[in-house]
């Protein structure tokens, strides 16, 4: 009688520990991780990369957590506003406005094909004063090798990532909604040879 109580206290502590843990996986929000230390995502947009030829055809996956916002003026030209945390990804694509179901894996030389991730990068201290959208002002760490996964539900995006920065640093994230999209980043400015 003794070894049933004692199996089923055991069953019954499995159970309630295999369903808090499914409970937090569901409830956790939109976050990206580097080793341990969690940023939630508060936005998240897919931006289509205009000017030089190099850049043709790349597109640009941005998010953003508490503190920086997304803006664009008439003609739909991405600029973030304030202070906070952001993490990209560049990615080879003929798609300009959507973000392509299916695994992009880091390539970081071209040629490209698509859903290549051709630059992933990172900043824990993006200011507008200071920095550039993207990785063209040595914002921060580049990503060196992973992969980025997208699903869609009807308008719902979901996109999982798991990476290496250069420093040896696991990046890790999760973001499921809608991204903001049909905006443009002007990269004239950037100093690049073919």
């Known amino acids: 009688?003794?070894?049933s109580a004692l199996l089923s206290s055991i069953a019954l502590c499995f159970f309630i520990y295999f369903c808090s843990n499914k409970q937090i996986e569901y409830s956790s929000p939109d976050h990206f991780k580097i080793n341990e230390t969690q940023y939630i995502i508060e936005s998240a947009a897919f931006v289509k990369l205009t000017g030089p030829s190099f850049f043709n055809n790349l597109n640009g996956l941005?998010?953003?957590?508490?503190g920086v916002s997304f803006s664009s003026l008439d003609?739909?030209?991405?600029?973030?506003?304030?202070?906070?945390?952001?993490?990209?990804?560049i990615i080879y694509s003929s798609e300009k406005e959507?973000?392509?179901?299916?695994?992009?894996?880091?390539?970081?030389?071209?040629?490209?094909?698509?859903?290549?991730i051709a630059i992933g990068f990172y900043t824990l201290d993006w200011e507008e004063d200071k920095g550039s959208v993207f990785y063209d002002e040595n914002e921060g760490p580049g990503?060196?090798?992973?992969?980025?996964?997208?699903?869609?539900?009807?308008?719902?995006?979901?996109?999982?990532?798991k990476c290496t920065d250069e420093d040896g640093r696991l990046i890790t994230g999760v973001f499921k909604g809608d991204l903001l999209k049909n905006l443009s980043y002007n990269t004239d400015h950037i100093d690049y040879e073919d």
């Open 1 to 3: 009688m003794r070894s």
């Open 62 to 66: 941005i998010f953003a957590t508490d």
């Open 75 to 89: 003609d739909k030209v991405l600029s973030l506003k304030g202070k906070g945390k952001i993490l990209g990804f």
């Open 98 to 116: 959507t973000l392509n179901e299916g695994v992009h894996f880091m390539n970081l030389r071209p040629p490209y094909s698509e859903g290549d």
């Open 143 to 161: 990503l060196l090798s992973g992969k980025l996964t997208v699903t869609k539900e009807g308008k719902q995006t979901s996109i999982s990532f």
